[in-house]
């Protein structure tokens, strides 16, 4: 399984129309889709008296044994997207030498064809005409989206989804630091203050602008476990791989949160690459491009099921792709931090509130 740094991981894997894998819709975001690979299946003869045929190993067609247990990464055709070329470069010279090993979905790349690519966007359309769609395919505003044909790699990551032993789930812990630029008397932290904005202004909920929602994410790193436990539930509660919600991965995971220090590496990295904010830096420096990079990856956890007591849980992070400022994105986060201070976003002082029931950010508890 991709998951360990190793010299042998540094050959390229290949793939093209003709690879004996099935490949599978599995999730996505605003800029990749995840597949499923499977091995090809094979349909035996009938035997002499009309029996079902025998699937024996040398039926099986052989693939490449680093695609097992794990999944492809491909990009849409977006222009704010980085080639991903460009994107796994920067993660191995710029992102992983900032974290331990064991802290980080590793990814591999993989030479493509685009006839693969094709292969894959016709799975694409066909999730889009499932009528089962509603329950496990593409999200309805992801259509019409799909991936670039031009371009010529993927990237093979581990799978952190649940197993046998272990029940999944994962977030994106967004700004774990408040923005540079906010006004000195805020009373949200950035990403509480977007949630706000996004949900009057676009009548959504936090969930489908892509936002962690129900908690601040300023709590994740406060080091008080009674500020901490509330914001576990609804990280919890989407764990997959577990029939229901089940209070004992509370009890294993506060402990665990409280003392990770991988959150707070985060915040800090964030901190260090980005100490000025963006209304004053160049949005095409390494150091900022890094820093967004961080501030949009995801956090994956793996919990023990009850009844396995002697696995260990698993926390790494992933999707930490490179985040340029092309496609009108400098533009973009601009203009957001300006509405963030200039309509009262921070200070809870605009006259649009937030909708009742929003979280409560942690600044506003120590004003």
Not at 102 to 129: A, G
Not at 158 to 164: I, L, S
Not at 303 to 313: E, F, H, T, V, Y
Not at 354 to 363: H, I, N, R, T
């Amino acid at each position: 399984m991709v998951g360990t740094r190793s010299r042998s991981n540094s050959n390229i894997v290949h793939l093209d129309a003709e690879t004996p894998i099935e490949i599978e819709y599995l999730a996505e975001g605003a800029a990749n889709v995840v597949f499923k690979i499977r091995s090809k299946r094979v349909i035996t003869r009938d035997d002499d008296y009309g029996q079902p045929g025998t699937t024996t190993e040398d039926d099986i067609p052989r693939i490449d044994p680093r695609l097992k247990g794990n999944l492809l990464r491909m990009r849409k055709d977006l222009p704010s997207v980085a080639p991903v070329l460009q994107s796994h470069q920067h993660f191995k010279d710029q992102i992983e030498p900032l974290f331990p090993a064991e802290s980080l979905v590793e990814q591999l790349l993989c030479k493509i064809t685009p006839e693969f690519v094709e292969r894959c966007n016709q799975e694409l359309r066909d999730n889009e005409d499932d009528p089962n769609n509603d329950y496990l395919g593409r999200p309805k505003k992801r259509f019409g989206i799909y991936l670039a044909k031009d371009e010529p790699y993927a990237t093979l990551i581990a799978n952190m989804g649940y197993d046998k032993e272990h029940a999944g789930t994962e977030f994106k812990p967004k700004w774990l630091a408040q923005s540079p630029s906010a006004p000195p008397n805020a009373k949200r932290c950035r990403t509480c203050a977007l949630r706000a904005m996004r949900s009057v202004k676009e009548s959504t909920t936090p969930e489908s602008r892509g936002i962690s929602g129900d908690f601040c994410p300023l709590t994740l790193v406060d080091g008080d476990k009674e500020i901490l436990s509330p914001s576990l539930e609804p990280i919890l509660v989407k764990c997959r791989g577990a029939p229901i919600y089940i209070p004992e991965f509370e009890r294993q995971t506060l402990p665990y949160f409280h003392k990770l220090p991988l959150l707070r590496l985060l915040r800090d990295l964030q901190v260090q690459k980005d100490p000025k904010g963006i209304l004053e830096t160049d949005p095409s420096s390494l150091d900022f491009m890094t820093a967004m990079a961080l501030r949009d990856c995801t956090f994956f956890l793996k919990i023990p099921n009850q009844d396995n007591s002697k696995a260990r849980i698993e926390a790494r992070l992933g999707d930490l792709d490179l985040k340029t400022p092309n496609g009108n994105k400098a533009e973009y986060w601009k203009e957001t931090e300006r509405q963030l201070i200039d309509e009262g976003w921070y200070t809870a002082t605009g006259k649009m509130p937030a909708p009742e029931g929003s979280c409560v950010c942690l600044l506003s508890k120590q004003k």
